[in-house]
Protein backbone atom coordinates (compact mmCIF):
# COMPACT_ATOMS: atom_id res chain seq x y z
CA UNK A 1 0.00 0.00 0.00
CA UNK A 2 1.87 3.84 -0.87
CA UNK A 3 0.89 5.85 1.71
CA UNK A 4 2.68 8.65 -0.37
CA UNK A 5 5.61 8.94 2.25
CA UNK A 6 8.17 8.77 0.35
CA UNK A 7 10.90 11.60 0.87
CA UNK A 8 8.43 12.48 3.96
CA UNK A 9 10.22 13.25 7.35
CA UNK A 10 8.46 12.05 10.76
CA UNK A 11 9.22 12.38 14.18
CA UNK A 12 8.18 9.85 16.13
CA UNK A 13 8.23 10.14 20.23
CA UNK A 14 7.97 6.41 22.41
CA UNK A 15 9.83 4.55 19.09
CA UNK A 16 11.77 2.08 20.90
CA UNK A 17 8.92 -0.12 21.46
CA UNK A 18 5.51 -1.31 20.78
CA UNK A 19 3.07 1.21 18.55
CA UNK A 20 5.88 3.34 17.70
CA UNK A 21 8.23 1.19 16.99
CA UNK A 22 5.78 -0.49 14.69
CA UNK A 23 5.28 2.82 12.88
CA UNK A 24 8.46 3.62 12.83
CA UNK A 25 8.90 0.69 10.97
CA UNK A 26 6.10 1.27 8.41
CA UNK A 27 7.10 4.84 7.66
CA UNK A 28 10.44 3.15 6.55
CA UNK A 29 8.97 0.73 4.61
CA UNK A 30 6.58 3.40 3.08
CA UNK A 31 10.10 5.75 2.10
CA UNK A 32 10.29 8.59 4.69
CA UNK A 33 12.88 9.49 6.84
CA UNK A 34 12.56 8.63 10.68
CA UNK A 35 13.49 10.40 13.95
CA UNK A 36 12.15 8.46 16.89
CA UNK A 37 13.15 9.02 20.70
CA UNK A 38 12.97 6.94 23.66
CA UNK A 39 14.44 7.14 27.18
CA UNK A 40 15.93 3.71 26.60
CA UNK A 41 19.16 4.22 24.66
CA UNK A 42 20.14 0.59 23.84
CA UNK A 43 17.09 -0.61 22.98
CA UNK A 44 16.28 2.95 21.11
CA UNK A 45 19.87 2.61 19.09
CA UNK A 46 18.86 -1.37 18.51
CA UNK A 47 15.00 -0.59 16.57
CA UNK A 48 17.09 2.15 14.61
CA UNK A 49 20.24 -0.13 13.74
CA UNK A 50 17.48 -2.65 12.68
CA UNK A 51 15.74 0.15 10.66
CA UNK A 52 18.80 1.33 9.30
CA UNK A 53 19.35 -2.42 7.98
CA UNK A 54 16.76 -2.12 5.96
CA UNK A 55 17.73 0.87 4.14
CA UNK A 56 15.99 3.26 6.73
CA UNK A 57 17.08 7.17 6.82
CA UNK A 58 16.93 6.66 10.36
CA UNK A 59 18.48 8.82 13.29
CA UNK A 60 17.37 7.55 16.71
CA UNK A 61 18.19 10.69 19.58
CA UNK A 62 17.87 9.38 23.46
CA UNK A 63 15.08 11.65 24.65
CA UNK A 64 13.12 11.99 28.21
CA UNK A 65 10.29 13.64 26.53
CA UNK A 66 9.24 15.42 30.13
CA UNK A 67 12.65 17.06 29.94
CA UNK A 68 12.14 20.27 27.96
CA UNK A 69 15.37 20.65 26.48
CA UNK A 70 15.51 16.88 25.30
CA UNK A 71 12.71 17.52 23.62
CA UNK A 72 14.20 20.67 22.05
CA UNK A 73 16.99 18.54 21.57
CA UNK A 74 15.45 16.12 19.38
CA UNK A 75 13.57 18.43 17.23
CA UNK A 76 16.56 20.33 16.39
CA UNK A 77 18.79 16.54 15.15
CA UNK A 78 15.69 16.40 13.11
CA UNK A 79 15.62 19.46 11.91
CA UNK A 80 19.66 19.34 11.19
CA UNK A 81 19.30 16.48 9.39
CA UNK A 82 16.89 17.37 7.17
CA UNK A 83 16.00 21.14 7.32
CA UNK A 84 12.15 20.17 7.81
CA UNK A 85 9.67 17.64 9.77
CA UNK A 86 6.18 16.84 7.39
CA UNK A 87 4.90 15.30 10.76
CA UNK A 88 5.29 14.76 14.22
CA UNK A 89 3.56 11.70 16.20
CA UNK A 90 3.55 12.02 20.05
CA UNK A 91 3.30 8.81 20.87
CA UNK A 92 5.47 8.45 23.84
CA UNK A 93 3.33 6.89 27.08
CA UNK A 94 3.18 3.62 29.42
CA UNK A 95 0.09 2.65 30.62
CA UNK A 96 -1.07 3.96 34.32
CA UNK A 97 -4.54 2.79 35.72
CA UNK A 98 -5.75 2.17 39.03
CA UNK A 99 -8.78 2.58 41.20
CA UNK A 100 -8.97 6.86 41.91
CA UNK A 101 -8.22 6.11 45.76
CA UNK A 102 -4.68 4.69 45.16
CA UNK A 103 -3.34 7.07 42.97
CA UNK A 104 -0.92 9.82 44.68
CA UNK A 105 -0.21 13.18 43.47
CA UNK A 106 3.13 11.93 42.03
CA UNK A 107 1.52 9.77 39.87
CA UNK A 108 -1.11 12.00 38.44
CA UNK A 109 1.57 14.45 38.15
CA UNK A 110 4.02 12.27 36.34
CA UNK A 111 1.19 10.82 33.61
CA UNK A 112 0.05 13.97 33.12
CA UNK A 113 3.93 15.42 32.28
CA UNK A 114 4.62 12.04 30.44
CA UNK A 115 1.31 11.84 28.34
CA UNK A 116 0.12 15.65 27.90
CA UNK A 117 2.83 18.46 28.67
CA UNK A 118 5.01 16.21 26.47
CA UNK A 119 2.81 16.49 23.77
CA UNK A 120 2.70 19.70 24.12
CA UNK A 121 6.06 20.71 24.20
CA UNK A 122 6.72 18.60 21.45
CA UNK A 123 4.17 20.61 19.04
CA UNK A 124 5.64 23.59 20.10
CA UNK A 125 9.14 22.80 19.63
CA UNK A 126 8.22 20.83 16.00
CA UNK A 127 5.81 23.74 14.94
CA UNK A 128 8.30 26.26 13.37
CA UNK A 129 9.21 23.46 10.69
CA UNK A 130 5.88 22.31 10.69
CA UNK A 131 4.86 25.41 9.56
CA UNK A 132 7.31 25.50 6.82
CA UNK A 133 6.58 24.69 3.10
CA UNK A 134 2.92 24.90 3.55
CA UNK A 135 2.33 23.03 6.83
CA UNK A 136 2.67 19.16 7.78
CA UNK A 137 0.63 16.82 10.35
CA UNK A 138 0.68 15.80 14.34
CA UNK A 139 -0.80 13.25 15.43
CA UNK A 140 -1.36 12.36 18.79
CA UNK A 141 -1.57 9.08 20.20
CA UNK A 142 -4.62 8.50 22.72
CA UNK A 143 -6.90 5.63 23.61
CA UNK A 144 -10.58 4.82 23.70
CA UNK A 145 -10.35 5.45 27.15
CA UNK A 146 -10.02 9.21 26.75
CA UNK A 147 -13.59 9.15 25.25
CA UNK A 148 -15.30 6.34 27.37
CA UNK A 149 -13.48 5.94 30.46
CA UNK A 150 -13.74 2.00 32.27
CA UNK A 151 -13.44 1.84 36.26
CA UNK A 152 -9.86 1.88 37.46
CA UNK A 153 -8.64 3.79 34.35
CA UNK A 154 -7.07 6.76 35.91
CA UNK A 155 -4.96 8.35 35.60
CA UNK A 156 -4.40 7.10 31.71
CA UNK A 157 -8.11 7.29 30.75
CA UNK A 158 -7.83 11.44 32.05
CA UNK A 159 -4.46 12.49 30.64
CA UNK A 160 -5.27 11.04 27.44
CA UNK A 161 -8.88 12.76 27.42
CA UNK A 162 -6.94 16.15 28.08
CA UNK A 163 -5.14 14.91 25.10
CA UNK A 164 -7.98 14.81 23.01
CA UNK A 165 -9.17 18.21 23.84
CA UNK A 166 -5.47 19.47 23.35
CA UNK A 167 -5.41 17.94 19.58
CA UNK A 168 -9.08 19.38 18.78
CA UNK A 169 -8.38 23.06 20.36
CA UNK A 170 -4.73 22.94 18.30
CA UNK A 171 -6.35 22.13 15.24
CA UNK A 172 -8.72 25.01 15.32
CA UNK A 173 -5.65 27.18 16.70
CA UNK A 174 -2.95 26.06 13.68
CA UNK A 175 -5.55 24.66 10.91
CA UNK A 176 -5.10 27.96 8.92
CA UNK A 177 -1.52 27.79 9.25
CA UNK A 178 -1.67 24.63 6.96
CA UNK A 179 -0.45 22.40 10.00
CA UNK A 180 -3.43 19.07 10.64
CA UNK A 181 -4.15 17.59 13.88
CA UNK A 182 -5.20 13.94 14.42
Known amino acids: MDLELQGKVVLVTGGSDGLGAALAS ?6 ASVAICARGAERLRSVADELRARGGDVIDVPTDVT ?3 AVCRFVEAAGERWGRIDALVNNAGVSAAAPFDRIDDDAWEADLELKLLAAIRSTRAALPLLRADGGGTVLNVLAAAAKAPPAGSMP ?23 VILH
Open 156 to 178: SSVSRAAGLAFTKALSKDLGGDG
Open 26 to 31: RLVDEG
Open 67 to 69: DPD
